[in-house]
């Protein structure tokens, strides 16, 4: 299953019509409902989509049958005829049996935030591993909705693997999507455990790695890029990258470690989604250190950390060392100083493009990274130790005793266990 594209049969984008209800839970939750519909603009723009315009319904309540109000819908029908939308995008995930009622009513495509979001990571996946992830997201998504898609069935190529003549067409893609389903779990298992073989390896290599995080379009990538030299794919919009990038980033004392561009967040991240991607996801969990990476011209940026540090949360990763890089300060509004937050050992202010915050963060990351100085007594024998001793740490001075070597090292602690063994401290 891959992207729709979203075209008509012209080969025109299509128009949409987006609609936002908004109910008293709604407003009392985390989550803004008027900068979700900004955004809910925004993710339609990446797909490809015209927004012809938005509609918002206040109601104590969803409508179990169209989510929306019987007359709300009547609106949004001569809004669509008289615009001539193809499209209705609705903010909040609607269930199998409201898509139905509302594409009967309506007569146009029905999209919700998820199925938009969906199909956006559909088009961006390049690697077999995020091609595969997102695929076994959107089945999963879809298998439990399907009696309400019965106009987006042909998406599924339907026919395949038929029981019999007696078999209805949604029995069929019911049993075809499951299918599929246990065939892409299968593979993405295989892609697991060769990730985790690849983190194992780093991880007796004694390679550092430090994690970029954020909600997306934050900058994540153009930091990447400007950190490390290198030719990162950046663009000004949503989702702009999908699977994750890593480069050898060099610090000012010319000790490298590698750095990770991970997939952004954002308000609302489907489940299916975070569970197929929670493999690569977890490769935060892996990080000596997390860059928290946030839009600081963003007047929702309060809102945008919260995402992340819940996701953080989800994913295990919420106890790692941090710093969080507040980035865009050039494309902040002229605001009083005190709305600007302060550069500290935790928090650093910055714009990507200005070489003199590109070398104070690397200073930063190399001091968060610094571990204490500490004597070690190794067997003269274990030259596998010695070099890994000479790679994870920086050593400052070298002294033969007998047959032993006692190298004085700056190692972060959690590196004084290598290759299954405890370098012990040697007490002087």
């Not at 009696?147 to 038929?162: D, E, V």
């Not at 990538?221 to 950190?227: M, N, P, V």
């Not at 890089?325 to 200005?354: C, G, I, M």
Request: charged share 30%; with cysteine.
């Amino acid at each position: 299953m891959r992207n729709t594209t979203y075209e008509t049969k012209t080969g025109m984008r299509d128009k949409a019509i987006l609609v936002s209800l908004i109910t008293p839970d709604i407003k009392r939750g985390p989550a803004d409902p008027e900068h979700s519909l900004e955004e809910l603009v925004n993710l339609a723009e990446t797909a490809g989509v015209e927004v012809l315009t938005a509609v918002t319904q206040n109601k104590e309540s969803a409508d179990p049958k169209w989510l929306i109000g019987k007359g709300k819908v009547e609106e949004i029908r001569a809004v669509k005829d008289e615009l001539e939308a193809t499209t209705i995008i609705f903010d909040q995930e609607l269930s199998g049996a409201q898509v139905r009622n509302l594409e009967e009513a309506l007569d146009a495509k029905i999209i919700d935030r998820t199925q938009l979001i969906l199909d956006i990571f559909a088009g961006r996946a390049k690697t077999r591993e995020g091609i595969i992830q997102v695929e076994l997201a959107q089945l999963s998504y879809l298998l439990p909705r399907l009696s309400g898609h019965g106009k987006n069935l042909s998406r599924l190529g339907g026919g395949i693997g038929t029981r019999g003549p007696g078999e209805s067409k949604l029995e069929t893609d019911r049993r075809h999507i499951r299918g599929r389903i246990s065939e892409l779990k299968a593979q993405l298992a295989e892609v697991v455990r060769h990730r985790q073989l690849h983190r194992e390896r780093r991880r007796k290599s004694g390679v550092i790695q430090a994690a970029l995080v954020g909600y997306t379009n934050a900058g994540k990538s153009t930091l990447l890029r400007e950190l490390t030299n290198s030719d990162v794919y950046v663009e000004n919009q949503l989702f702009a990258t999908l699977d994750p990038t890593s480069r050898t980033l060099e610090l000012p004392s010319g000790k490298e470690i590698v750095l990770t561009d991970t997939v952004g967040f954002i308000q609302n991240l489907p489940h299916d989604l975070v569970a197929a991607f929670r493999a690569t996801l977890e490769e935060v969990n892996e990080a000596d250190l997390v860059l928290h990476v946030v839009d600081s011209s963003s007047p929702m940026r309060q809102e945008q950390m919260r995402v992340v540090e819940e996701l953080l949360e989800q994913l295990g990763a919420s106890g790692k060392p941090t710093v969080t890089v507040f980035n865009k300060k050039d494309l902040r509004p002229q605001l009083p100083d005190v709305y600007l937050p302060t550069d500290s050992e935790s928090t650093l202010l910055v714009s990507a493009f200005d070489s003199g915050d590109m070398k104070r963060l690397l200073e930063l990351i190399q001091d968060k990274l610094a571990g204490d100085t500490r004597t070690f007594s190794l067997p003269a024998e274990r030259g596998d130790l010695i070099a890994l001793a000479y790679r994870c740490g920086e050593v400052v001075s070298q002294e033969v005793d007998g047959d032993s070597l006692r190298l004085t090292i700056e190692l972060n602690k959690g590196d004084y266990e290598v290759n299954g063994h405890r370098l012990q401290p040697f007490e002087v």
